[in-house]
């Protein structure tokens, strides 16, 4: 999966955006991140509300970086699904 394609899918299944920010799909406020570093590797972050990053993982191909953070990101928010708007955080 490319990252034009991560997006079509994230959208697809209602993954609200303020969840993930990847290239091209800037929210500020996002809680996971996907980028390429100036190496051109790829890092998958958690970004707290202070703007404190937790590197998750890192990538040596767009799509191994792109089919983890999906698959990441989705199980997530499935798991934290019944808890949003209810006070708990991630």
């Known amino acids: 999966m490319n990252l034009k ?13 303020i969840w993930w920010g990847i290239p091209g ?3 500020p ?8 570093n100036e ?3 790829w890092i998958m972050y958690y970004q707290d509300e202070r703007g404190n990053k937790d ?4 990538f040596a191909s767009e799509e191994d970086a792109c089919d983890f953070f999906y698959k990441y990101v989705t199980e997530v928010y499935e798991k934290e699904k019944p808890y949003i708007g209810k ?4």
């Open 5 to 17: 394609e991560l997006k079509e899918r994230l959208i697809r299944e209602n993954i609200p955006q």
């Open 39 to 41: 190496e051109g590797t």
């Open 55 to 58: 590197t998750i993982k890192t």
């Open 29 to 36: 406020f996002a809680n996971f991140w996907l980028k390429q």
């Open 25 to 27: 799909q800037f929210d």
């Open 87 to 90: 006070g708990k955080d991630l």
